[in-house]
């Protein structure tokens, strides 16, 4: 059993693979319209858009049972 990875496995670990964001989209602030109704989000995206995580859960909360309920129609 080895304790340490080679170089080429921990670099592969680091390693972040973009999504289908537009150039330049992580730098850009969050915006909820853009993040969670264009496309399917998650919380962390969520909570980048709010910036306050009272305001996140709430809309987390409303969020998830919405998409649930697309689920459960089939969509």
């Known amino acids: 059993m080895h304790v340490f ?3 080429e496995k921990a670099n592969s ?4 693979y ?3 964001n537009g150039l330049f ?5 969050g915006n909820i319209e ?5 496309e399917v989000c998650t919380y962390e995206e969520a909570r980048e ?3 306050n995580h009272e ?3 709430e809309f987390w909360s409303t969020y998830t049972k919405a998409q649930q309920g697309e689920t459960n129609r089939g969509s």
Do not use: D, H, N
């Open 25 to 29: 989209e992580e730098i850009r602030q």
């Open 55 to 57: 305001k996140t859960k």
């Open 34 to 38: 853009r993040e969670c109704r264009e």
């Open 49 to 51: 858009a709010f910036e």
């Open 13 to 16: 670990v680091l390693k972040r």
């Open 5 to 7: 990875l080679t170089g």
């Open 18 to 20: 973009p999504r289908a």
